[in-house]
Nanobody, 123 residues
Framework: VQLQASGGGVVQAGESLRLSCAAS????????VGWFRQAPGKEREFVGA????????VFSNSVKGRFTISRDNAKNTVYLQMNSLKPEDTAVYYC?????????????????WGQGTLVTVSS
């Protein structure tokens, strides 16, 4: 299984970005896909996840209301739409999947990780 995260870049505060997580080697149907981020000098933190059924999402309080997650099953891709970006959203963003059951917010529940894509938000 390989996950390819892309779509990062440099934006100004208030702008939007959409990250993509494309999977190869297995379908994303029926698996939970999460997004995490890691800012310089900080631990990796949970951002949000699309649940196993694909019909639900959960988010951290820091991004709730600004970020959304969607899936395109035909492209085997999950998207993280980030709106109203803030400088504190600056980080490397990673996508990951849980190959079975697990806690969406728990870093250790995820079995496969993408390589990360850098998002920089300037003030």
């Amino acid at each position: 299984v390989q996950l390819q995260a892309s779509g990062g870049g440099v934006v100004q505060a208030g702008e939007s970005l959409r990250l993509s997580c494309a999977a190869s080697g297995r379908t994303l149907r029926g698996v939970a896909v999460g997004w995490f981020r890691q800012a310089p000098g900080k631990e990796r933190e949970f951002v949000g996840a699309s649940t196993r059924t694909g019909g639900g999402t959960v988010f951290s309080n820091s991004v709730k209301g600004r970020f959304t997650i969607s899936r395109d099953n035909a492209k085997n891709t999950v998207y993280l739409q980030m709106n109203s970006l803030k400088p504190e959203d600056t980080a490397v963003y990673y996508c990951a999947l849980i190959n079975g059951r697990g806690c969406y917010r728990d870093y250790g529940s995820y079995d496969f990780w993408g390589q990360g894509t850098l998002v920089t938000v300037s003030s």
